[in-house]
């Protein structure tokens, strides 16, 4: 294989300019520039850029991301009557039949209704689709299109939800595959060179196919849930197997299991009552796996070979998935970990659970957690106390819930901050250092040889740039076990 020398660049946080050797799929070797043992191999300038390793995304949804472009933005609307009068104008321009995304209705001052799409739409199918991906909002003519019964706010939540999801998601393969491929290069502008794909679909055969002639420019990790549980099981599939013919770039992940809601919806699954909801069907949220059938559930993907992702939000959705692991004995993930109790950030360290976190969400939900976990949003997105405890924290970004963009849920992470707003419970920021580690899926923060050749080139110290900075970081270059994915370097 050709060596590939990164010649003059530097480490963040350190002095004086290295050279990194890129071969055979890893890094062999970091030296003080100009002093590398190895001669004959291809020569890229750095001119002192920094050099990171390549950052991860742990918790994605691939498809839904690559779609979110093709479907009309209602996330700017601060009123069911402003995504009404949007979706009035898509109508007049044409639009046949529409799919929305992005609405966040829980400080709404009015209530979405089919009747207000209805008249906004008349007979054209509407499907709007919460930026959370755990509710849709419907017009009449989309309820009959979908063979839906609608409840009588248009609404429908959770898995009838997700049900719906998966049929918009009903794109040709090659069609899919050609925006899934965009979406991807588009992440590895941004250093990013895998990603956890939580698609809720059999996954396995797409990314095989995606990747057969291996240079596909991102690491895919695939989830799979219970649905298709007994599927992989039995074909053979186990956490971190590599797929055939994706040239080691398609791994098995984790089995995906959806425990309560989300904050947006009101679904997420608490210990107190949603203010104003008290005497709603659910005050508290909803335990969309009750805990009798969660722990076969855990126990049969563990005995198979597959490490749970479990999905869990609300402080009690998230204390009962801990006692879950702690009764089958086995480690895995909590995906969101939002709302924590201080006594279970002890556990997830003592039970070696990983806590994968979604840091933009907190700049997304810090107005609606204040009104509807009111007086616990010290409890809310705890990194700093997870990372105190020793819990090891995997950093993502749920897009299309928020962007595929790593240097934004560092930002994030570390800032607590966004639009120039006062930081959100600055307590629970983390260093740079820190959320970079959390961002490379196992790396760590820095740069060395023996690790993969998958490494990012950027144009600022992390450690000195500011959270604007950080946010937008230039990135110069992305390597992928040694090939580049993305470049400007000449």
Avoid at 171 to 192: N, P, S
Avoid at 456 to 484: C, H, K, Q
Wanted: hydrophobic content about 45%; proline content about 5%; glycine content about 10%.
């Amino acid at each position: 294989m050709t060596a590939l020398l990164l010649a003059g660049g530097r480490l963040p946080g350190r002095d004086g300019t290295v050279d990194v050797l890129l071969y055979d799929g890893v890094v062999a070797e970091v030296a003080p520039a100009g002093e590398s043992s190895v001669a004959g191999a291809e020569r890229v300038a750095l001119d002192g850029r920094w050099i990171v390793p390549g950052l991860y995304d742990r918790h994605v949804h691939l498809s839904q991301w690559a779609m979110v472009s093709r479907r009309l933005d209602v996330s700017a609307a601060g009123s069911a009557a402003e995504a009404a009068s949007l979706v009035r104008r898509a109508v007049a321009d044409g639009a046949g039949e529409i799919a929305g995304f992005g609405f966040r209705d829980g400080l709404w001052p009015d209530a979405p209704t089919a009747e207000l799409l209805d008249t906004a739409a008349g007979a054209v199918p509407v499907v709007l689709v919460a930026a959370d991906l755990h509710a849709c909002w419907l017009n009449t003519a989309a309820a009959a299109r979908h063979g839906v019964t609608l409840p009588d706010d248009g609404l429908l939540r959770e898995d009838a939800c997700f049900a719906l999801v998966r049929e918009l998601d009903d794109v040709a393969d090659d069609v899919l595959d050609t925006w899934v491929g965009d979406a991807a290069r588009r992440a590895a502008a941004r250093g990013t060179v895998g990603v956890v794909d939580y698609e809720m679909r059999w996954n396995r055969d797409d990314w095989q196919r995606r990747a057969a002639d291996g240079a596909f420019p991102l690491r895919v990790a695939f989830g799979i849930y219970p649905q298709h549980l007994d599927r992989a099981i039995a074909e053979g599939l186990r956490t971190g197997d590599t797929v055939a013919g994706t040239g080691g770039l398609v791994t098995v992940g984790g089995a995906k299991v959806i425990t309560d809601g989300s904050l947006n919806t009101r679904t997420a699954w608490c210990f107190d009552p949603y203010p104003g909801l008290e005497h709603a069907e659910h005050p508290h949220g909803i335990p969309t796996v009750p805990i009798d059938r969660f722990v076969p559930l855990l126990r049969r993907a563990h005995a198979g070979g597959l490490t749970p992702a479990v999905h869990a939000i609300g402080d009690r959705a998230n204390a009962d998935v801990l006692d879950a692991f702690e009764q089958v004995g086995c480690r895995g993930s909590i995906e969101h970990a939002q709302l924590l109790r201080h006594e279970d950030v002890e556990r997830f360290a003592r039970l070696g659970i990983v806590a994968s976190v979604q840091p933009e969400h907190a700049m997304d939900d810090r107005d609606v957690a204040e009104r509807y976990w009111a007086g616990r949003t010290d409890r809310a997105f705890m990194l700093a106390e997870l990372a105190a405890a020793g819990v090891e924290l995997a950093l993502g970004s749920d897009a299309p819930v928020a962007p595929l963009d790593p240097w934004v849920a560092i930002a994030a992470a570390v800032g607590r901050s966004r639009d120039g707003r006062e930081p959100w419970h600055p307590e629970q920021s983390i260093d740079v250092a820190t959320a970079l580690a959390a961002s490379t899926g196992g790396a760590g923060a820095e740069v060395r040889a023996g690790l993969p050749a998958d490494v990012a080139v950027i144009e600022l110290d992390p450690y000195e740039a500011s959270l604007e900075e950080l946010r937008a970081m230039p990135v110069a270059a992305t390597f992928l076990a040694g090939r580049p994915t993305h470049t400007t370097l000449a």
